[in-house]
């Protein structure tokens, strides 16, 4: 299942992140709080527990979110550029890393790191990548998530292609996908179209 987040704010936001004249600090910027808008879709269904707290005023029951229950993941190396935004949401999360890179030959995803919270199949994982074009490098991740027994599983992204959101439906139905837009399609070269060019590249400035 995939959730389009439709808000004038995502749209203004997408606008400027899209922009080839947008440079790498605003580009940063924007993809971290493009990533706090998505965090806080992807948790509207987070359990809270009660605890008691004191108001200058007085005592009072208060619900929290039990942080220890979560793990956010980004796929290295763009998905880094949004966990600045989750951490300003919740500041004490834990955060693993997937290192994958797409071959550029093959279009498919290579695995070249992995380390996660130990007890990662006791969390619900949420994934970031800031976008989803073949789907190769989401699928992949969530595999290697699974084979370690995590069975709650959200995937954030900024941009999305028709592509990638098919081929992740067809093989984890049970993902549920959060993204900024839909776009039209993938190119010759597995680019979304009109897309935002390589996310890794605008966020780090190595292009």
Same mark, same amino acid.
């Given at each position: ?146 084979? /370690? ?33 839909? /776009? ?16 890794? /590249? ?6």
């Amino acid at each position: 299942m995939i959730k389009e987040i439709k808000h004038p704010l995502m749209e203004h936001k997408l606008a400027i992140l899209r922009d080839k004249n947008t440079g790498t600090k605003e580009f940063r910027e924007l993809a971290g709080e493009i990533a706090s808008i998505l965090c806080y879709e992807a948790m509207r269904d987070a359990a809270l527990d009660e605890c008691e707290i004191e108001t200058p005023m007085q005592k009072m029951k208060a619900k929290k979110i039990n942080e220890d229950r979560y793990a956010f993941i980004p796929i290295l190396r763009a998905g880094m550029g949004m966990t600045d935004g989750i951490e300003k949401l919740i500041p004490n999360a834990k955060i693993g890393v997937i290192g994958l890179y797409r071959n550029e030959e093959t279009l498919k995803p290579v695995k070249y790191y992995y380390k996660v919270p130990k007890d990662i199949k006791n969390r619900t994982v949420i994934l970031l990548d800031p976008m989803l074009a073949t789907g190769g490098s989401a699928s992949d991740a969530i595999s290697m998530l699974k084979e /370690d027994g995590v069975k709650n599983i959200k995937f954030l992204c900024i941009i999305a292609a028709p592509e990638g959101v098919k081929k992740l439906e067809e093989t984890y139905p049970d993902v549920e996908i959060f993204c900024g837009k839909i /776009d039209e399609k993938l190119n010759e070269n597995g680019y979304i179209l009109p897309g935002l060019g390589d996310a890794g /590249d605008r966020i780090f400035g190595t292009k």
